[in-house]
Antibody, heavy 122, light 108 residues
Framework: QLQLQESGPGLVKPSETLSLICTVS??????????WGWIRQPPGRGLEWIGS???????YYNPSLKSRVTISVDTSRNQFSLKLSSVTAADTAVYYC??????????????WGKGTTVTVSS | QSVLTQPPSVSGAPGQRVTISCTGS?????????VHWYKQLPGTAPKLLIY???NRPSGVPDRFSGSKSGTSASLAITGLQADDEADYYC????????FGGGTKLTVL
């Protein structure tokens, strides 16, 4: 049974870089059938897609965050990571990692991690 | 403001049928992209409820169904139960993955 688990600091200072890792268990991140992604949810608000990546390293980012986001993969550890630079209070959210399925724009997330809360504050 | 518009809240009594709408445009739902639905209980991760507009993942009861027409999609829930009370999100594609603003379903 595939499981995803987010990990990383729960508190980040303004202007610094948020760094999170998603560890995949029960399946290989190198599967040719899937992409992997990050989604966030600010307190009391809706979901926002951050970006997605393929095990080869190909990435796709939300245009509104693209200048600050880097998503990368470590296939040896079966992990992928998120870095978000120059954070502000507006980046405070629950961050989820998930597995993406579908193709040709018909993408959806079928397996989600439990999420990790990141607060941006000095 | 989300590209996909959902009503902030809907409600229904146990046993009733409710629908949640997701209104898009010609660049997303109207362009033929699939609509997907997620259910989120308080303090938990979203769970895939409907994928590719009309399909249910294994384990999702057939009380849940999805449809699409033109630039809008709908999630229907029949035989409403207390544990259906949750937030529901639609999701599609418009140059990138897009979510609706979410709808809070209250079971009266």
């Amino acid at each position: 049974q595939l499981q995803l688990q987010e990990s990383g600091p729960g508190l980040v200072k303004p202007s610094e870089t948020l760094s999170l890792i998603c560890t995949v268990s029960g399946g290989s991140i190198s599967s040719s059938s899937y992409y992997w992604g990050w989604i966030r949810q600010p307190p009391g608000r809706g979901l926002e897609w951050i970006g997605s990546l393929y095990y080869t390293g190909s990435t796709y980012y939300n245009p509104s965050l693209k200048s600050r986001v880097t998503i990368s993969v470590d296939t040896s550890r079966n992990q992928f990571s998120l870095k978000l630079s120059s954070v502000t209070a507006a980046d405070t959210a629950v961050y989820y990692c998930a597995r993406r399925r579908g193709g040709s724009g018909n993408y959806y997330m079928d397996v989600w991690g439990k999420g990790t809360t990141v607060t941006v504050s000095s | 403001q989300s590209v996909l518009t959902q009503p902030p809240s809907v409600s229904g009594a146990p046993g009733q049928r409710v629908t949640i709408s997701c209104t898009g445009s010609s660049s997303n739902i109207g362009a033929g992209y699939d609509v997907h639905w997620y259910k989120q209980l308080p303090g938990t991760a979203p769970k895939l409820l409907i994928y590719a507009t009309t399909n249910r993942p294994s384990g999702v009861p057939d009380r849940f169904s999805g449809s699409k027409s033109g630039t809008s999609a709908s999630l229907a829930i029949t035989g409403l139960q207390a544990d259906d009370e949750a937030d529901y999100y639609c999701q599609s594609y418009d140059s990138s993955m897009m979510f609706g603003g979410g709808t809070k379903l209250t079971v009266l």
